[in-house]
């Protein structure tokens, strides 16, 4: 994965690739059941995942305990994640990473694989809200066989300085459009956040996000409507003299926010936590809030580990799910938070001080139930049509 601002993105480039050594317990959980030495010797693990998770130390000491070849393949995307799965992906890849509403697209075209989920001795640390019996999206309705397991969680919210920003007005999507804010407000530059933020306000305000939708289904802000899209294209444009800039990078982003040049943002929370940690240590003078759910709603993700259906029962299968159960485990999920800024969607608490509690959202972890979902907009034609009218305004 490249540095640009997809949640998953670190606050600083340079930590999100430098990862400590295995400890003795990361170690140790590499001795998980699934592998038999003798016959994953030949298998060559082939992952198509978000760069940002790969963890070269534990990956490395994988590779020599098991004799298993691990060969990764970064992407941006979803979709283009999704365009490489669908020509002859399959069997390219075995394990596969995807989030929201795309890895049920993924197995209703056959690009993954059911598995058995409880056989995953690490899935038992699950907070309760990402359990298959709670978190729906990645079984499979008609036969209720489970395709995948969550791996870190996350919303698109607001960051606030908390001495500058009155903490009762960021409650609500409208600060990112208030004119009192001009010059102090930051979005990213990524045109699918926007609309789909933009399309909760909107849809809010002109009372049809609770009304029945024309489509049957409940609302959903990668679907609206093109009254809805016409308004949304409105208030973009409007909000463009009130951004101080669309950031780039999360780097940026959090510059910017330290240095006092912005004092409100629509984030991933990675910067949220990166400045409070600062502040922490000492090294900033200011503490800054994250709303995760402002009140007219919010976006959510929840990336997940999925297996390739060109992956048949046996040591390919053994080897997938060996590496899935390695990944989870508190003490990885532990590692990965700290050294990447992610939150997790297993339970490390008893490892954790309270300001961790705090920025890794650790006891907010129900709220993923309320929040809709990254999807696939339902129309990109207009979707892009809507971004190239507000950029030409």
């Known amino acids: 994965m490249t540095d640009s601002i997809e949640r998953r993105s670190s606050p600083v480039r340079a930590t999100r690739r430098r990862f400590l050594e295995v400890s003795a317990a990361s170690a140790a959980l590499l001795a998980t059941p699934y592998l038999r030495q003798a016959e994953a010797a030949t298998i060559q693990m082939r ?22 070849s691990f060969s990764p393949t970064f992407f941006d995307g979803n979709s283009e994640a999704y365009n490489k799965l669908r ?27 059911a598995f058995d989920y409880a056989a995953i001795r690490n899935t038992a640390h699950y907070y309760p809200a990402f359990q298959p019996s709670n978190f729906r999206l990645l079984v499979d309705a008609p036969t209720g066989a489970t395709f995948g397991v969550p791996y870190c969680w996350g919303g698109y919210g607001i960051t606030y300085n908390m001495s500058r920003v009155d903490p009762e007005k960021v409650q609500s999507l409208e600060i990112l459009f208030a004119p009192e804010m ?30 029945p939708r024309p489509d049957g289904k409940p609302f959903n802000p990668y679907v609206l409507t093109d009254e809805e899209l016409a308004e949304v294209e409105r208030r973009l444009i409007a909000q463009k003299s009130l951004l101080l800039t669309r950031y780039p990078d999360n780097q940026t982003l959090a510059s910017l926010l330290q240095a006092g040049a912005a004092t409100t943002a629509a984030e991933f929370s990675q910067s949220y936590r990166k400045l409070n940690q600062m502040n922490a240590a000492g090294e900033i003078p200011d503490k800054f809030g994250h709303v995760l759910r402002p009140k007219e709603g919010a976006l959510g993700w929840i990336d997940t580990w999925l297996i390739s259906s060109g992956v048949q029962d046996g040591p390919r299968l053994d080897a997938a799910m060996g590496f899935i159960d390695m990944m989870i485990s508190p003490e990885l999920m532990a590692k990965l938070a700290r050294e990447a800024g992610s939150c997790s969607t297993i339970d490390w608490r008893a490892d954790a001080t309270d300001l961790e509690k705090e920025l890794f959202l650790m006891d907010r972890s129900d709220d993923i139930a309320s929040m809709h979902q990254f999807d696939q907009p339902s129309s990109p034609e207009k979707w892009e049509r809507v971004w190239s009218n507000m950029q030409a305004a």
Do not use: C, H
């Open 182 to 211: 001009a010059g102090q407000l930051l979005t990213s530059a990524r045109f699918e956040e926007n609309i789909a933020v933009t399309g909760i306000l909107v849809s809010a305000e002109m009372g049809t996000q609770t009304a």
């Open 47 to 68: 992952a198509l995942m978000w760069g940002s998770y790969l963890m070269p130390d534990v990956i490395a000491e994988y590779e020599k305990t098991y004799d298993v």
């Open 87 to 113: 020509v002859g992906g399959t069997r390219d890849f075995d394990l596969v990473q995807a989030d929201g509403f795309w890895p049920s697209l993924y197995y209703r075209e056959g690009l993954i694989r």
